[in-house]
């Protein structure tokens, strides 16, 4: 009896999630800006897409998990997709051989372009295109709590001044969410194979795209600064 082509496919991808001991993918994040910033400290200055004239004092931010997709293949594309978790949050302890689900919470104490290791992934061999990544918040168990006790039960914190383009006295401002948003960031076709165990990428966060957009004095601000963390993410070698 011949078996379904469907039910083979769902085989062929459920294997994808067997440990390969031999594969090695290393993840690790940073920020920086995107364009020109001054930092002091723990400080940031820089101006917006506004003309806002905006100093971060303080940042936060959880990243609660990050998933590797294979590159698509012929008609299997049609039914990964809908099998993939695209929009769904993992809990730290669904870690898996292409998912990272343990949260971590880091803060511009980090020096810009300073990274800092989130964990190694040990997919199956083949060429992955595509990182799936989860911002929400921060359970009792996350990684850098020690250093950002106030980020358990938040997704992120911000606070500092802005200036509004069009002039007056700096205002003193406060975001903070708990809410979850998705994203996705192309990766290069990262092969791993027998004759290329290891490979690595550093997730960026331009922190000076974060207010992009955002009226700080709306009540919606905290929903378009956590849509803009997760929106400004670039992924490198």
Known sequence: MKTP????????????GTREEGTRFHLGLDFRPAREARAEGTARQFVNDRGDSITLTRARVTLSSVELFPCP???AWKWLRMLSPVGTAYAHSASSPQRLGTPHVNGLELADGEPVTLGTLHPAPGRYC????????????????GLHGDMEGRTLMLEGEWTPAAGGAPRRFHVESAGLFNADVALDGVVLSEESLEASRTLHLTYDQWLDGVDLASPEASEQVLRNVARAVTIEH
């Open 130 to 145: 595509r990182a799936h990544l989860v911002f929400a918040p921060a359970d009792a168990d996350a990684e850098g709590l």
């Open 5 to 16: 082509a469907r039910l083979l496919l769902l085989l062929t991808l459920g294997a994808c």
């Open 73 to 75: 293949t012929s008609g």
